[in-house]
Nanobody
Framework: QVQLVESGGGLVQPGGSLRLSCAAS????????IGWFRQAPGKEREGVSC???????TYVDSVKGRFTISRDNAKNTVYLQMNRLKPEDTAVYYC???????????????????WGQGTLVTVSS
């Protein structure tokens, strides 16, 4: 069974850092693009970042320079390192994959085949 499981969310003060993990089972994550999305209360889901099978990455403008996406194929896991967090980063964060190699269209959730269950990030003092 193809599955993605997120972890690492929690409560952090503004300016702090968190690292989210997205662990895959049922498939080798290294062959596929993986995207991170978030949905804040009362808002639409937003694509945050994507890493392709060749480790190319893309970010939404609001997180550029603060968030870094990476992968560890040996652990079958993709990470989202989030630094200088702001209250507006508060959301449920999801990872997902189109089960294709490219990030093309991923951040607008095009052709997503598998979603994780989400992990809550709260940025508050």
């Amino acid at each position: 069974q193809v599955q993605l499981v997120e972890s690492g969310g929690g409560l952090v003060q503004p300016g702090g850092s968190l690292r989210l993990s997205c662990a895959a089972s049922g498939f080798s994550l290294g062959y596929y693009a993986i995207g991170w999305f978030r949905q804040a209360p009362g808002k639409e889901r937003e694509g945050v970042s994507c890493i392709s099978s060749s480790d190319g990455s893309t970010y939404v403008d609001s997180v550029k320079g603060r968030f870094t996406i990476s992968r560890d194929n040996a652990k079958n896991t993709v990470y989202l390192q989030m630094n200088r967090l702001k209250p507006e980063d508060t959301a449920v964060y999801y990872c997902a994959s189109p089960l294709g190699s490219s990030c093309s269209g991923v951040l607008i959730a095009r052709h997503i085949e598998v979603w994780g269950q989400g992990t809550l990030v709260t940025v508050s003092s």
